[in-house]
């Protein structure tokens, strides 16, 4: 069941980007991978969960808020 609209979903997608490629692209040799830490760690996870949730349509928090941005289907 679909909850997340299509704006939703184009914004999810662009923010999701966004935190996984920060942390990345900011990153130095002396940093490994991935720039600040713990919190650029956090950013990537938070990342995912947004481009998974864009990707299927679905938020599970939507849900308990009982907030649906796509219109209910016939």
Do not use: H
Not at 3 to 28: E, Y
């Amino acid at each position: 069941m679909a909850n997340v609209g299509m704006i939703d979903r184009v914004l999810r997608a662009c923010v999701g980007a966004f935190l996984i490629a920060l942390p990345l692209i900011m990153a130095t040799p002396e940093q490994g991978m991935v720039a600040y830490g713990t919190f650029g760690w956090v950013m990537v996870a938070a990342g995912i969960v947004m481009l998974l949730t864009a990707a299927f349509r679905f938020c599970p928090l939507y849900l308990l808020l009982g907030v649906r941005t796509c219109p209910l289907s016939k």
